[in-house]
């Protein structure tokens, strides 16, 4: 098999999916099996854009394989600062290193990035694009949640335009049985056509809503996201539109008693505090789901999965 990529969720087959959610879980149950499989590996972060999560969450997971992390947090500490191009950045780093993460504001880099090094290029977001590992932290939270992935309503809300996790969780859902989106948003950040076609493609049922009072009571799932102020042309536009949905205990009184609410955080102002301790609130769990899904998929790519017995 040749090398393998993650640059966007689709790469991924339904059964594989599958299994990765598996390892996953078995990960979370026997961490200590796993604890050595990665010795002698490096992961290299590229990370040209701000994370804390994500960046964090893949260096947790190598260390906890036994394996070694080096890389860079902020494109001003790299070479990029002196005018090196992505792909000799990453080609040099993936002579240091056995499978690359990175992150880049701009759409399709780490598509150039993995034309580019003969070691797995894994995309950790890419601009407005998309955040497929996100997205396996989505679904291995929402798995482990509702103990299914199919026959749900799920809301999302926010930034539906530049949240790149949203795109991605919706191309992730459409493979499953009976998925109906709520999509919840002002018009000015309204989903991608590129997604609706896709759902439509998919026959999903969807619709789109301003309010959230309105799109509550039936949602399985709330996907909560933040307005995306670094993708803005202008800060008016960001600070007209950035407080436009706060979810707060009082809107959750018509939700659903198993509700599951989903964030990929950072948060910002579109969840009240108060809510975090409603068990409702899942995402400091889907946080920590990020680092056990991230183990499965290192060890996927580097097609060690296997040797674990
Ligand atoms: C998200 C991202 O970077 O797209 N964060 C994350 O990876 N958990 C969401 C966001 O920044 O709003």
Known sequence: ????????????????????????????????????????????????EPSTRTRLSFTAAMMELGGNVLGFSE??????????????????????????????????????????TTVP???????????????????????REKKRLDNMVIGVCGD?????????LIGAMLRYENIEFVLISPVELKIPQYVKDAMDKANAKWTEVRTLEEAMPRL?????????????????????????????????????????ILHPLPRV???????????RAKYFEQALCGKYIRMALILTLLGLDKEVK
Not at 125 to 140: C, E
Not at 160 to 168: C, E, I, P, Q
């Open 1 to 48: 098999m040749g090398i393998r990529n993650l640059i966007n969720i689709t790469d991924l087959g339904t059964d594989e999916l599958f299994q990765m959610m598996n390892l996953a879980d078995d990960i979370i149950e026997n961490p200590s099996k796993y604890s050595e499989t990665c010795r002698g590996k490096t992961l290299g972060t590229l990370f040209f």
């Open 269 to 279: 102002t579109e969840i009240s505090t108060a809510v975090d301790d409603d068990p």
């Open 160 to 168: 539906l335009k530049f949240g790149r996790t949203v795109h991605s």
């Open 220 to 260: 399985d799932i709330l996907y909560m996201t933040r307005v995306q102020k670094e993708r803005f042309f202008n800060e008016e536009d960001y600070i007209r539109l950035k407080d436009t949905y706060v979810l707060d205990l009082k809107k959750l009184e018509v939700a659903k008693k198993d509700l599951t």
């Open 121 to 143: 290029i894994i995309n950790a977001g890419d601009g407005g694009h998309f955040h497929p590992t996100q997205t396996l932290t989505d679904l291995l939270t929402i798995r």
């Open 75 to 116: 494109a001003a500490s790299s070479s990029a600062a002196k005018g090196e191009s992505v792909s000799d950045t990453v080609r040099t780093v993936g002579c240091y290193s056995h499978i690359i993460a990175m992150r880049h504001p701009k759409e399709g880099a780490p598509v150039v990035a993995a034309d580019r």
